[in-house]
DNA sequence: CAGCATTTTGCAACAGGTTGCAAAACGCGC
DNA sequence: GCGCGTTTTGCAACCTGTTGCAAAATGCTG
């Protein structure tokens, strides 16, 4: 049904072999020929068979696109960064959704299956020694948005989450705050360690210890729980640093539901800074992810580990900073 | 380097074919072949390579995921749907991010040239025509969540959107609103014109007609600086129905921003009902959209249309309910 | 125009599977 | 053990492109 290089090449008057070359960059065609099979192609409406083409080059162009995070409205923007970056570097994602999957594996013969290039995994909730086995499978792989510390050595990209929990510290302690919180994301996600951290050591520095606790998914209905529970086992606590965006606002929501008022009674600061962040009832003083760069740097490590594939797997860490909106009191 | 046929064959001291038929379901092979061939493959860690077997089955178990609405938040549980049920059915998402790209004709050479079984299109703002063109192409499509009732004849499934107008009309009338506005998506949005048009005529049947404006997009900011104009240039309208939740959140902080309490001063009712409508400073009275229904029949009708390419288009309208939470009065 | 270097071309093998067909093996009744 | 119908098996061709290699064509110099 479809054509095929046969077909044009018939058309054309020539062998496959310049019919395919005419479609291969930097193969030696003359201008003539190359002409004649244009043309072919163009009447019969050819495209070449990528999957065909896979099988002697090895490559697919396709990249797994792996994540767990479908109910923070943060990894929509995520997404749509991810698609538009690997799509203008010709590259396209085969998506794949772990939320529901306990056997993770199978992503893993299911992406050799499909021969990709690349794997990106994005998502903090996923082990590190996840994106090893891809590694080890001598699949290039980056980990974005997951880094930790004493993760093993796979190419990943993040902000340096032990600097955000400092920074947040820094901020609530400026406020005046001194009975604060932390209200981390699911406790085996990789940055939460390195959050608590960060946290730590500077609320330490000033002979201070935060209340912690830990919300069990990155999600509303998370963060409104754990406030609920810390409201009640903490009331004392008058500012938290909340592991992320969505889990902060179900926690306000909590906090406004038993009657306190934001700033003036509790203060909250989130992480992300997802663009919702910013609407008017929500308004959340938040600690921004340069999404954006990370993305991008994401995709290009990427292309270099499909173009290099002996090259060093690198780690790149970017900073993050602080977006202050209304969720905390001004500086006294 | 990758295991092959070949290699399990000889390992297993039977043919090619005697190995390609244990891993193809209802082909002839006796139990002690499969047997010695399962062992040999589990030895050597042997997958058969999907894209080669494409070639000449022409079954990828690949599907075009195609959408444009990657900042409003509805989209991301729309994924998360899509991806889990296109994984039970044993498909796989290329997802393809049409927010940015001009040329949308391009996305079909893409996936023709990827093989892929199928296509779904997943967006209200795309037009209909622009999943004619897959079918026309001879690749089952189905459009999910953009019906329009003058539309040409692809697959698809959608709530009856003339219907939820009605249903709209029918509340606020309800509610004791008089003087009502439409605040509609994208006034080219597929959706559009049955939503004002259900609302409208439920209205003239009770002597009344909405105030209408349109957002220039499925977004917060597109709601808001819609909602600010139109408390302008019709600042009597006391209850608006809008076209979408994210739109309705947007409309709502502008009505906020102007000094208008709602319910008491104002009334919104949305559509869709995502996740967040649910949140406390939210609570948006809503209309609903049966997703998780919606997902499953497209990617049953995907199916269908994989496995019975000559079938008939099938267009399937499910129905939709309304969601009361804090947006609107109660009934007088 | 011959002679030589360079570029272009087609052939055939190959990538990793599937499948129609005929031959081989099997099962079973007698 | 034979004959017959069924099931299983292997061969070889095929799916759509790519590529090494040698032959053919081209370009250039003298």
Redesign the pocket.
């Known amino acids: 049904m ?5 077909d044009v090449a018939l058309r054309a ?9 005419t ?2 960059p930097g ?8 002409a004649k099979v244009e043309a072919a192609a163009k009447e019969l409406g ?4 990528v999957l ?2 896979s ?3 090895g490559r697919t162009a396709l990249v797994g696109l792996i994540s767990n995070n479908f109910t923070n409205p943060y990894f929509l923007e995520i997404f749509d960064l991810f698609t538009r970056a690997l799509q203008k570097a010709e590259l396209r994602p085969l998506l794949i959704n772990l939320s529901a999957e306990e056997d993770a594996s199978r992503s893993l013969s299911m992406l050799r299956q499909y021969n990709v290039d690349g794997v990106i995994v994005a998502s903090s909730t996923l082990p590190p020694e996840f994106a090893k086995v891809f590694h080890d499978a001598g699949l290039p792989v980056v980990h974005a948005f997951g880094w930790s510390s004493e993760a093993p050595q796979t190419a990943r990209v993040s902000i340096d989450n032990t600097e955000a929990g400092h920074l947040a510290a820094v901020t609530l302690i400026e406020r005046g705050y001194r009975q604060v919180g932390f209200l981390g994301g699911p406790q085996n996600a990789a940055t939460t360690a390195d959050r608590l951290n960060g946290f730590r050591t500077e609320l330490a520095s000033h002979g201070l210890a935060p209340e912690v606790q830990f919300a069990t998914a990155y999600s509303y209905e998370a963060g409104r729980v754990a406030m609920t529970r810390a409201l009640e086992s903490a009331p004392e606590v008058d500012a938290w640093f909340c592991g992320d965006d969505v889990i902060a606002i179900g926690a306000m929501d909590a906090a406004n539901a038993l009657g306190r008022r934001i700033p003036a009674d509790i203060g909250f600061i989130g992480l992300n800074d997802m663009n919702m962040a910013a609407w008017d009832r929500i308004a959340l003083t938040t600690i921004r992810q340069p999404a954006q760069q990370i993305v991008a740097t994401s995709v290009d490590l990427i292309r270099q580990g499909i173009a290099e594939p002996a090259m060093e797997p690198q780690m790149v860490l970017l900073p993050c900073t602080l977006i202050d909106r209304k969720t905390l009191r001004a500086k006294p």
Chains 1, 2 share one sequence.
């Open positions: 479809p054509i095929t290089l046969q008057g020539v062998s496959k072999s310049a019919v395919s070359r479609f291969t193969a030696s065609v003359s201008a003539k020929t190359r050819y495209m070449p068979n065909a083409s099988l002697t080059t």
